[in-house]
């Protein structure tokens, strides 16, 4: 019923499930009998599927070409503690009226602080040799920034929903009590021309 998101969250993360040992091998099985190109695996995953996502751009960078999380950040200490075999492309959607996993990041009950999505922005491009300060467009109520060139062909996307909540724009709500997602965008055909760039 979850992933093993490092410091977040549920049984997975709590039992220490090693979910980054289960994608590797997932990876090497389904590579023993079906032609995948390597160069191209890539990782998506939303709300605690995001926190294992960005867990896999730190850990498995070296199996998995791009990373799109939607929905979550890391925790500061796991970011801080993060260092990916190479710059790593990633693509992160997220509304700021998001409640579950704030826009703005949060300080859990027991001390835990998850970094807002600016700052994870930034810190990526940071790691990947980008410029720092990115290209912006605003359409509607999305927020488009793009931090580029960056070293080894690497780039960092984000997408900000304004007043959007905890939902896979596009897609269908997870629940009537956390939020409707937006229409304005759908995250994936932007994510799939992301990770074929």
């Known amino acids: 019923k979850s992933w093993n998101g490092g410091l977040c969250c549920g049984e997975a993360a709590r039992n220490r499930t090693d979910d980054i040992g289960f994608v590797k091998a997932v990876i090497s099985d389904i590579s023993s009998y079906a032609m995948i190109d390597a160069a191209r695996i890539y990782a998506t995953g939303f709300s605690n599927g995001a926190f294992l996502v960005y867990r896999l751009a730190c850990e498995a960078a070296d199996q998995i070409a791009a990373f799109g999380p939607i929905g979550a950040t890391q925790a500061l200490i796991a970011e801080q503690n993060c260092q990916p075999s190479r710059p790593v492309p990633l693509i992160h959607f997220h509304g700021t009226s998001d409640t579950l996993n704030p826009y703005d990041g949060l300080t859990t ?87 074929a760039a």
């Open 109 to 195: 009950g027991s001390g835990v602080e998850f970094v807002s999505v600016p700052h994870a922005g930034a810190h990526w491009a940071q790691m990947n040799g980008c410029p720092a300060s990115p290209s912006s467009t605003t359409s509607g109520s999305i927020v488009h920034e793009v931090y580029g060139p960056c070293q080894g062909g690497a780039a960092v996307e984000l997408y900000t929903v304004t007043k959007g909540e905890h939902a896979w724009p596009g897609g269908q709500a997870v629940s009537a009590q956390v939020g409707e997602p937006t229409m304005e965008i759908s995250a994936t055909p932007l994510m799939w021309e992301f990770f």
